[in-house]
């Protein structure tokens, strides 16, 4: 008689761990799921800061320049009106 309950206990048994084991699999999927999206948002993030970086340096190469002309120049006017001004004296 024992041995009639024993067959449905077992498949029971295996039946439960099945389950453990299918929640088990959906929790690992559902966790690597949310870490790949959050490595996703990282990524554009950090390209995202990235393009801001590159913008800054292309900003801050133009200024540069710009002072470097603009340096120059006065450094022309200068040569000009002290020449100017030893030719009047």
């Not at 206990?9 to 929790?27: G, S, V």
């Not at 990282?42 to 470097?68: F, G, H, M, P, W």
Request: aromatic fraction near 2%; hydrophobic fraction near 35%; charged fraction near 30%.
């Amino acid at each position: 008689m024992q041995a009639a309950y024993a067959a449905p206990l077992i498949l029971l048994a295996q039946t439960r761990q099945a389950d453990r084991d299918k929640a088990h699999d959906e929790m690992v999927e559902r966790f690597h799921d949310q870490t790949e999206k959050q490595s996703e948002h990282r990524i554009e993030a950090v390209k995202a800061e990235t393009d801001k970086l590159a913008q800054l340096l292309e900003s801050n190469t133009s200024l540069t320049q710009q002072d470097k002309d603009l340096t120059e120049q006065v450094a022309k006017l200068t040569k000009e009106i002290h020449g100017l001004l030893l030719k009047q004296s």
